[in-house]
Structure formats: structure tokens, C-alpha cells
T-cell receptor, first 114, second 110 residues
């Protein structure tokens, strides 16, 4: 089992540029989550999907952030335009369809916006 | 007030010591509780779920106190390899929204 796969591992970009983060969940998992982690705020839930449908995006900080899940094996998180305060580690996680199931995290994308 | 609060630490303890962490949550409708472990520059991984009756996994014991809205993690006979950040996670009732605390950092010293 390959686990949750995220790409890229590191992204360095300049303010104003578009950034796209990618995630492949574990096959068979119905739920996909995007989290952002910073020293000050810890892990924050941005959005989660169930069967490719966005269920709760109340954690998305502003309109510059968008997420899609076109199929069960792929999701993207896009930031356009990026700002220095978006610098963080972005984690994707997936879980099975039952409540109380554990989250499996990807290795994360370290984003630095200069 | 944050929905899930933890003492950030660090807790510096010698090998073999017993150490305990607490975590408080504000949403009384919370229904699921977990402890995750995160090593430096790595992703969080589930350590254990926390059940109403309390549960134990080897050297680790987790407790839930619904009346006071806190969960705890006890580590006995600490090992150097236990050094990590321990994240308290609370699931909101009826949703799949898992809220993470900011973590408690543990350093086990030789």
C-alpha cells in the first residue's frame, strides 16, 4: 500500500504566483482532507471531501484558495495569487468511510512564498 | 478560546520516567477523541483512539473525562524514541471534522 501521496514535497515561489498542490489518497478511502500546519496555529482543517464532493470548506482562508477532487484518486489545492503568509506545510489525509476511522496523512508539501 | 487546547511544553523527562499530558476541548458535542504523534518534519500518525472507559496500549494509557471535557495521555517508562510532539484530536459530533490541538512537545533525555 503506497499510502497518501502528495506532490511536490517542497515548493518555493514568489508572491503573486499560482501554486498547485496535489494529493492521491489511499485507494478505497471515501474521505479526503486538506490541512495546513504552521508553528503559530498548528494543524488547521481547510476543506474535506466525501466521495469527491466538498462537504465543508469553512476552513478555507479566503477566495484565493480553492480545492477540487475530480475523481476518487486525485485532489488539488490551488492558491492564486499566493502571498508570503501562505507559507506553511500543507497536508493531505484520507480515511475510510466509517465514523471514528483514523486519518492517514501524506508526507506534506512545504510551501515557501517569497 | 481555541476549540482544542494543549500545553505546548516542552516536557523534558529522563528515560524511564512517567509523563502525562492533558488536553481540553470546548465543544460538548464532540464524539471522538484521539492522540496522534508527530515527529519533527514528518506527518502526524495515529497513536491511539480514546474511549469513554479509558484504554491502554502497552506503555500508553488514554483517558476521557466528558464532564470536565478533557482527555489525557500517560506514558510510562519513557524511551528516547518517545521524543516527539503529541497532538490531541477531537472529532465534532455528526461530522468528519477533526480538530487538532497545537501539540505538546516531549523530550526524553538520556
Amino acid at each position: 500500500d503506497a499510502g497518501v501521496i502528495q506532490s511536490p514535497r517542497h515548493e518555493v515561489t514568489e508572491m503573486g504566483q499560482e501554486v498547485t498542490l496535489r494529493c492521491k489518497p489511499i485507494s478505497g478511502h471515501d474521505y479526503l482532507f486538506w490541512y495546513r500546519q504552521t508553528m503559530m496555529r498548528g494543524l488547521e482543517l481547510l476543506i474535506y471531501f466525501n466521495n469527491n464532493v466538498p462537504i465543508d470548506d469553512s476552513g478555507m482562508p479566503e477566495d484565493r484558495f480553492s480545492a477540487k477532487m475530480p475523481n476518487a484518486s486525485f485532489s488539488t489545492l490551488k492558491i492564486q495569487p499566493s502571498e508570503p503568509r501562505d507559507s506553511a506545510v500543507y497536508f493531505c489525509a484520507s480515511s475510510l468511510h466509517s465514523f471514528n476511522e483514523k486519518l492517514f496523512f501524506g508526507s506534506g508539501t512545504q510551501l515557501s512564498v517569497l | 478560546r481555541k476549540e482544542v487546547e494543549q500545553d505546548p511544553g516542552p516536557f523534558n523527562v529522563p528515560e524511564g520516567a512517567t509523563v502525562a499530558f492533558n488536553c481540553t476541548y470546548s465543544n460538548s458535542a464532540s464524539q471522538s477523541f484521539f492522540w496522534y504523534r508527530q515527529d519533527c518534519r514528518k506527518e502526524p500518525k495515529l497513536l491511539m483512539s480514546v474511549y469513554s472507559s479509558g484504554n491502554e496500549d502497552g506503555r500508553f494509557t488514554a483517558q476521557l473525562n466528558r464532564a470536565s471535557q478533557y482527555i489525557s495521555l500517560l506514558i510510562r517508562d519513557s524511551k528516547l524514541s518517545d521524543s516527539a510532539t503529541y497532538l490531541c484530536v477531537v472529532g465534532r459530533g455528526g461530522t468528519y471534522k477533526y480538530i487538532f490541538g497545537t501539540g505538546t512537545r516531549l523530550k526524553v533525555l538520556a
